[in-house]
Every structure is written in structure tokens, then in C-alpha cells.
């Protein structure tokens, strides 16, 4: 008998028995010839199954719940138990009846149905029994009854993994989705080596795979494109049925997974190859996969979580780390270094393994390390021969930061509170203490201070500008020079969004004026910060009024001018020339424009720019003593150009066939000569113009402080 047709056999029993056993008389008929194979029931007959239900519906007393004390008996309730047994005998002869007359006409295997009915049946009575009993023993309450459940369930669970184990060795699709509802059904096609690894979440994975629809049709392959897929297993990079089915795979096995649509795409499908509520066949081979626990990526450095982390962020290779760890043999036993607490550079850890962790690592996690020989190096013997197993805490984390625009360093000390930091025009209450490169303490003080007006050194602002409310920080300079800073308090300065006009215009001009100050001081870059924080407030000015925008106008016009000269005097050509075209942009014929893009340019080797630029002013003033000594200077070099230009190009086709050799030699040594002289002489010319560039005479200057003055170079 095959295990499908016993199963239905066993379903038609409990059918007939479950019908019975409450009922006081059944009459049964078998209007026909219900279909057995090998000796089992497949289908009970229609009118059977209805003549049996619509006997007992009327007769089922409902089943009394069991109390849990014992209690006396009446004369009824002995009654009722005497029929309830009656009625139970004469339903058992019942079923043997049918049973016998079934197995009879069909000539089967008699003996085999009326094995399986006494199996069932002695089941019945045994449930049955206990459920008689139950308020008598109570047994599921004991320490014995629950041990006896778990057994149960123990027993259970190694029966379905034999069956599943029989299911893989018989090709059969075995269920492997976690509520085994059958939405992903798994095949094996090749399995994989006996000692083959299998992945786990967070793993990196990479497959082969082909998808089709259950009619057959391909939607995508991996395989034709010759590019396998790669994708980190567990975090919801793909659809559910494939972080479910890959991570019951081995390197090496190929497998086809049938998944229903609520593990791929669901009511909406992903038009228009997968349609709605479509269920996906996947042939998919593991290759191979990159497990999260190998943190060197060779094995060198395993990792075993021991407690979660606290925190969200990871140190970088630049932070400074206070970490807990002990070290013992590869055995485990053996103790090499006790547990201490060190702080230290990243870079400097006791061994480049334990580096290569806590790069992995977050604040208040801790994990267990085993590190090969190669990555125990820096630790004592024997693990730096051996290996190890490092356990290791990672306390508390002092970020390390480079400060901007200047050469140092920001260290957090103590972490601050929230995310906001000062911004410009802050006010801030700082306490710091200065020291020099040997240590002595050269100022403590405390402060109230404006972000970005000099209060303080420039590259102290620039540590506080990086600074959380509360927070204390060491700052280092490329000199040797420290301070020690804490943010006591912060209030912001008012952001442009929450500003109306008239308040950007002021904020716009008290910008302007600090980097004035800053321009004339020889601080570029402040200046250069400054003119740009200016311009942000009055950039966009449609909701102003006229009045509004002629004084926007004028503003926007000056900064731009003066950005440009400050690109200049740092040489940041393509600054210059981006500020300069703004400013042409305001104001066409303005000569201050036209000069420094001219001059920005003509260094771009942009000559036809520069020349355009030169002759507008010259057509406005033929006098212009500084438009003309940069067209004498522009003529020079784009001579030199040409001459340049001429060597390489000139003659290149027409002298290979022309002339003989020794003529071609006497021409190159003549143009060696000439390009000589005229070398010299655009050399002469521009040492002559390699001058500072006097301020223009009588510019139309948008304000008086503007810086005027440009470097010729």
C-alpha cells in the first residue's frame, strides 16, 4: 500500500468514526462503489459522508467540559455514560460492517482495511480515555506531563526533519518557508559537497540563477548575461523567497525554489515580465559567499558576537578608542594577557587583528576573536606565532577630526548633547586652556564669543564650529600648539529661511564688512567664507521690494567683484572667472569685471576671452594705462603660442618627400635658431610685464572699502 492511498484511508475512517461517536442510530447506505485502491479508501462516497452528517446533527450531545476536582456522580450523569458506551459498540460494529462489505465487493485486501480500522479505533478509545479521565489526573500540569509534552514535541520535530531529509534525497519539493506554508518549495538539482559551507544572515552571497514563470517563460537569467549576482543575505536586498531559500543552501548546490507571490512580488507583480499574484520558479546555484564573521576576508580574523553594541557609529582608522580584552590560547584556556583596559589610536592597537575589528565594531560591543598567527603579531608569544582568542570590549570612542582649512586636529573627549552645532554669527560661552608645544599653559580663560568675528585664534573657531552643545574636545595643531575647549552654551544664529528682507540685506552687509576687514588683514580664505555667507542671503530676491532690489543689486554686484579679487590674489583662476562673469552679469560695461576676467582668462589661456574683455574697456578709455599693459602682455603670449604651435604642426606633411636629408637638417637647425630668438625676446617681454598691477584710476567702485588692488603675475 503506498503512503498516499493509506493517508486517504486513514482520513476516511476518522470521517466515519468521528460521525459516530456521539450518535444514537445511524442507518447507512452505499448507493455505490466508492473507489479503493491496493485496499484503501481514496474517496468516501457522497451519500455516505451526508447520510452520516445528517444523522448525527440532531443526536450530537455536546461535549461536557471536564472539571478539575473530583466531584460526586448522579444517577443522571451514570446514565448518560452507560449510553454514551452503547452507543460507542454499536458504531464500532457499525464501521467493521462497512469496512467488511467495502473490502468484500472489491474483492481487496480485507485484512489489511480491517488492520488499519482496529488501529484507528484502539487510537480513538485511547484519546477517548483520556478525556474521561482528565479531571481525575490533570497530568498536563505536572512537572512529569510537561516533560513528557516536550518529549513529544522533540519527537515531532525529528520526524519532520526525517522526512525532510528523505524528501532531499528523493529529489521531492520539501516546504523550507518558516511557517512551512508552503510558499517556498525547494528541490535540490546538485547537491553540494559533503563539507560544504552554508551561509548565514548578513552574509555576502553570490549566485547563478534563471527565472521563469510556471508556464515556462524566462524573465531573467544571470546565467546569459555571464554575470553572476551578488547581494547581502538577510537585509531585504531581494525578494523574501530568496533570503528564505539561499540561506538553506551549501556552497555548490543548485536547487529550484517554486515561491508563491506573497515571497516575491505580490498582488502587483513587477510588470511588465512578472504579472500580478504570479508564482516564480528559480533555478539558483550558490558559487560562493563572504561570511560577515570573517572580518580579514582569509580567515585570518573570525568574529563571535558576545553583546550588542549601544551605539550606531564605527571608529575610522584616525580615532582614538578605550577598549577592554584579554587574550588566551587557541585552546581557550591558557591565559596570555589578562583582561585589561588600554586607550589607543585605532592605527595603534595591540595587534593589527584586533585593528582590523574594532573598524567593525560599535560603541558598547563585544566580541570573541580568533585570530590566526599572521594577525596575532604585536601580541605576546605564543599567540603571535600560534594565534589567539582576544576578547574585546570597545568602551567609548574619541572621534578624531581634521580641522577646516587649517592644519590640525579636533578630538572629542567627552561626548556632546544633540546633533546642532554653532553656526556662523553663533554665540557661544567656551571655557579653554591654550598650551604650548612643551606643555606650559600659555591662557585660561573663559568666554562669550561670536562665531566668526576673531574673538578667538582662527583655528580654535574653527574646532567650536565642529562642536556639540556640552561637549569637550582637544584640539592639536600642526605646530605642537594645544587647547583643551569646552561648549558650555550655544545660541544659533538666525537661519536666512526664517529672515524676511529686510533682515538678509542687513545680515548680507554686516557679512560683507567682516570680510572687508578680513581682505585687508590678508586672510583670503575668511574673506572668501564671508562674501559667500553674504551672498546666500540676498542670491534670490523675487519676494523683495524694488527698493529691496536696487539695494540687492548693488550688493550682489560688490561681492561677486570682490570675490573675484580674491580668487586672484589666491590664484584660484577659475574662481576668479566664475565671480567676475556674475558680476558681468549684473552689469556689462562694469570695468572692474572686465579686468579681472580678463586677467583670470588670459591665465585660463583663454586668450579670444581675454581679448574681448580688453577691447570693451579700451573702447570705453583708449587711455587705460592697466588694459593696455595687459594687451601688450596678452599679444606676447599668444605669440609664444604660435610659435609653439608652429614646431609641432608647421611642414608636417609637406617635408617628408621633398627634401633630402641634408636639406631637412639645415631647416631644423635654422628654425632652432629662430625659435631661440624669439624665446628670448617673449621672455624679455614678460619679465618686463612680471610687475604688480597698480589699482585702476577711477573705477566705478559699488562701495568705497572695496578691495582694488590685483596682482599682475
Known amino acids: 500500500m503506498t503512503t498516499d492511498a493509506r493517508a486517504h484511508g486513514r482520513r476516511a475512517v476518522a470521517l466515519i468514526i468521528h460521525n459516530h461517536r456521539h450518535s444514537q442510530r445511524a442507518r447507512i447506505t452505499v448507493p455505490h462503489r466508492p473507489r479503493v485502491v491496493r485496499g484503501a479508501l481514496l474517496h468516501p462516497p457522497p451519500a455516505l459522508a451526508f447520510s452520516l452528517w445528517n444523522t448525527n446533527r440532531h443526536n450530537v450531545e455536546p461535549r461536557r467540559t471536564p472539571s478539575r476536582g473530583r466531584r460526586e456522580r448522579t444517577r443522571e450523569d451514570e446514565r448518560r455514560e452507560r449510553t454514551r458506551e452503547d452507543d460507542w459498540n454499536e ?33 480513538e478509545e485511547g484519546r477517548e480515555a483520556t478525556h474521561r479521565d482528565a479531571p481525575r489526573r490533570n497530568e498536563a500540569t505536572t512537572t512529569e506531563g510537561r516533560r513528557k509534552e516536550e518529549e513529544k514535541k522533540r519527537t515531532e520535530g525529528d520526524a519532520f526533519e526525517s522526512t525532510v531529509a528523505m524528501d532531499k534525497e528523493e529529489g521531492v519539493a520539501f516546504d523550507v518557508s518558516p511557517p512551512q506554508d508552503g510558499g517556498v518549495m525547494k528541490t535540490i538539482i546538485t547537491e553540494a559537497p559533503a563539507n560544504a559551507p552554508s551561509p548565514e544572515a548578513k552574509d555576502v552571497v553570490e549566485v547563478h540563477y534563471t527565472g521563469t514563470l510556471t508556464n515556462g517563460e524566462k524573465f531573467d537569467s544571470s546565467r546569459d548575461r555571464g554575470d553572476p549576482f551578488t547581494f547581502t543575505l538577510g537585509t531585504h536586498q531581494v525578494i523574501n523567497a530568496w533570503d528564505v531559500g539561499v540561506a538553506t543552501m551549501k556552497v555548490g548546490e543548485r536547487a529550484k525554489f517554486e515561491c508563491k507571490a506573497e515571497y516575491a512580488y505580490g498582488e502587483r507583480g513587477s510588470p511588465p ?140 573627549l567627552e561626548d556632546g548633547e544633540g546633533y546642532e552645532k554653532p553656526n556662523e554669527g553663533a554665540k557661544c560661552s567656551i571655557e579653554y586652556e591654550q598650551r604650548s608645544a612643551d606643555g606650559t599653559v600659555v591662557k585660561s580663560e573663559t568666554l562669550d564669543i561670536v562665531v566668526g568675528d576673531e574673538n578667538v585664534p582662527d583655528e580654535l573657531d574653527a574646532a567650536i564650529m565642529m562642536m556639540k552643545l556640552k561637549e569637550k574636545a582637544l584640539v592639536r595643531l600642526a605646530n605642537g600648539t594645544e587647547y583643551t575647549v569646552s561648549l558650555n552654551a550655544m545660541e544659533r544664529a538666525k537661519e536666512q529661511y526664517s529672515m524676511n528682507s529686510a533682515e538678509k540685506i542687513e545680515a548680507a552687509e554686516t557679512y560683507k564688512a567682516s570680510g572687508n576687514d578680513a581682505y585687508k588683514g590678508g586672510k583670503f580664505a575668511r574673506a572668501s567664507k564671508k562674501y559667500a555667507a553674504a551672498l546666500k542671503f540676498v542670491e534670490f530676491d523675487s519676494g523683495f521690494s524694488d527698493e ?16 573675484a579679487a580674491v580668487a586672484i590674489k589666491t590664484k584660484s583662476w577659475t574662481e576668479a572667472r566664475q565671480a567676475s562673469q556674475k558680476a558681468l552679469d549684473i552689469e556689462s560695461s562694469n570695468e572692474k569685471a572686465l579686468y579681472r576676467y580678463a586677467q583670470a582668462t588670459m591665465e585660463m589661456h583663454e586668450y579670444d576671452e581675454s581679448r574681448r574683455s580688453l577691447k570693451k574697456i579700451l573702447e570705453q578709455d583708449e587711455s587705460h594705462a592697466e588694459a593696455q599693459r595687459m594687451m601688450k602682455r596678452l599679444k606676447a603670449l599668444e605669440a609664444h603660442q604660435a610659435k609653439k604651435d608652429a614646431k609641432i604642426f608647421g611642414g608636417m606633411f609637406s617635408k617628408i618627400d621633398l627634401y633630402d636629408k641634408a636639406e631637412l637638417e639645415a631647416m631644423e637647425k635654422k628654425e632652432v635658431e629662430d625659435d631661440a630668438d624669439s624665446l628670448d625676446a617673449v621672455k624679455a617681454a614678460n619679465a618686463a610685464d612680471e610687475i604688480e598691477v597698480p589699482p585702476m584710476d577711477a573705477p566705478p567702485a559699488p562701495d568705497a572699502g572695496e578691495p582694488m588692488e590685483v596682482t599682475q603675475v
Not at 95 to 116: K, M, N, P, Y
Not at 374 to 392: C, E, F, N, R, S
Not at 548 to 563: I, M, V, Y
Open 548 to 563: 529691496e532690489k536696487q539695494a540687492s543689486k548693488k550688493l550682489k554686484l560688490s561681492l561677486n567683484l570682490n570675490s
Open 273 to 412: 515580465k512578472i504579472p500580478p499574484n504570479a508564482t516564480l520558479i528559480f533555478d539558483v546555484e550558490l558559487l560562493s559567499f563572504k561570511s560577515h564573521r570573517d572580518l580579514s576576508g582569509d580567515g585570518g580574523v573570525v568574529k563571535e558576537d558576545v553583546t550588542p553594541a549601544s551605539g550606531f557609529s564605527a571608529p575610522t582608522a584616525t580615532d582614538e578608542v578605550r577598549i577592554t580584552y584579554d587574550v588566551k590560547a587557541k585552546d581557550g584556556e591558557t591565559v596570555i594577557v589578562e583582561e585589561q583596559t588600554v586607550t589607543c589610536d585605532v592605527a595603534k592597537a595591540p595587534c593589527e587583528g584586533v585593528g582590523i575589528a574594532l573598524l567593525q565594531m560599535k560603541k558598547g560591543e563585544k566580541v570573541r576573536l580568533t585570530l590566526s598567527g599572521t594577525y596575532a603579531k604585536g601580541l605576546p608569544a605564543p599567540a603571535d606565532a600560534d594565534g589567539a582568542v582576544v576578547t574585546l570590549a570597545l568602551d567609548a570612542i574619541h572621534t578624531v577630526e581634521p580641522l577646516s582649512e587649517h592644519e590640525g586636529t579636533k578630538k572629542v
Open 91 to 123: 458504531n464500532t460494529e457499525t464501521t467493521t460492517r462497512i469496512w467488511t462489505t467495502i473490502s468484500t465487493r472489491e474483492g481487496g485486501r480485507s485484512e489489511e482495511a480491517l488492520e488499519e480500522r482496529k488501529l484507528l479505533e484502539e487510537e
